[in-house]
């Protein structure tokens, strides 16, 4: 009896407690695509329906940068509110995920919300754990509905159900959290399923000129824009049905993805095209100007503030570690604000494939147009060694065009720019070349605002305690990689003769050739 006088009591104090948040809190929904770069009008062979309601109904972000363009540590800033190397371990990839960093989800749950998510949260690496329970950093998994996927190669997990089941069995009293992680477009890809679904080489209105311009490329680059297609059909489903429930107004709605595309010179290196993000934002009526673009510079950082104003949490009531992020309720209410007039990007070891299981350390700062990089181990090869098959890169048709393309001395420039090494410092104008394939950093015309861009980069890293800052940069080194499978890949295959090839590269971009001495 006492037992269950307690847990009445429990029950009763949970219930009041969101009947007061209900009056006064929105639902969070996050939608987060896996290595999409490309949603919206710019980009007429790829139709993103749900998005482009979303930024008409909202607001967009047409500068919106993601930290660190991979997975995990993409994520990890996300919920964290914090840049990558603000988070020990959590910087990496494929890695533990330190206890000290409190998620916003596990947040808003502490304060009455219910959380849960579909498809990919934060991932790949170990949550770690609270009590002897695995840590539930992006909520509750609902994964249990399925469907049958219009590829091979695209997941079945139907998202817009465990959405629809997760929404019908929580309380009617109680705002929700929840982060719907499609894993598409991450590769692999079926090839060819875009043509067959009616898409049409001539649809691409432009190739990144990093790439050669064939049928091969730019027919995978159509199965990228399938797998996208797919990530919001089902936040079409999921706002549908919030509609239909009522509930869409009262809803705050983020339409984003972790990086850029799974191509060479995209998803794992630190360029426009691999860290620049789609981001569109709706909330009803609490959207001042609908349909408004906003080309301040924005972070993956800034998404917990903005959630958290917009519940009226004060950050140091979350009791999540400091963030140098900024809310951006201000955007969507109309107002004038002073915002940053940059933001930081960087990386440490992405995926192993170098001695020691290195990484490739990079910072770099977007400023008024302009990009700088700081290769920090120029000496190292960017995409990881070419006798392990530059494994930071995932193995693809386009890929393989790039590596054909060293042994033709007209095309030779798409494989330096992809897999080549590179010098201590890049500099790019960004309005005049988005690809980033022309390096302006030893040009002295451009000695001034290069030193400039350097400065402003430093300061900041050093008020943030980036450990690089300060001599200690080879700590990102000394995590070591959870996927034991690959663990010293490098040391095995070359060194002690395993016949190891990672799952995500294709055995012909293994090239022993270029070994170093």
Known sequence: MKKLLTLAIITFLMSCESTKLKETAPNILICIADDAGHMGEKYPWVNTLAFDRVAE??????????PNAKCAPSRASLLTARNSWQLK?????FNNFPAEFKTFPEALKEHGYLTGFTGKGWAPGDPGEIDGKKRELSG???NLKTLIPPTNNISKIDYASNFIDFFNNKPKDKPFSFWYGSKEPHRRYEYGSSLKAGKKLSDINEVPAFFPDNETVRTDMLDYALEIEHFDSHVTKILDFLDSKGELDNTLVI??????????RAK???YEASNHIPLAMMWGKNIKDPGKVIDEYVS????????FEAIGLKWEES???ETPGTSLIPFLKGENKKFRDYVLIGKERHDVGRPNDYGYPIRGIVRDGWMYLRNYRPDLWPAANPECGYSTVD???TKTEILKARHNPDTKYLWDLSFGKRPAEELFLLTDDPYCVNNLALDERYSTIKEELLANMEEELKKQEDPRMFGNGDIFHSYFYTWEKYRNLYDRMINKGEKLSPGWINVSDIENDLMDP
């Not at 109904?57 to 993601?66: D, L, P, Q």
């Not at 993956?300 to 959630?307: G, H, N, S, V």
């Open 300 to 307: 993956l950082i800034d998404i917990a503030p903005t959630l």
């Open 57 to 66: 109904e909202g607001i967009r972000f047409s500068n919106a940068y993601t």
């Open 140 to 142: 509750k998994e609902w």
């Open 255 to 264: 339409v984003t993805s972790d990086h850029g595309m799974p191509f060479p």
């Open 89 to 93: 371990e959590a910087a990496n990839h």
């Open 268 to 270: 794992s290196d630190e």
């Open 319 to 321: 009791e999540m570690s």
């Open 395 to 397: 193995g693809s048709p």
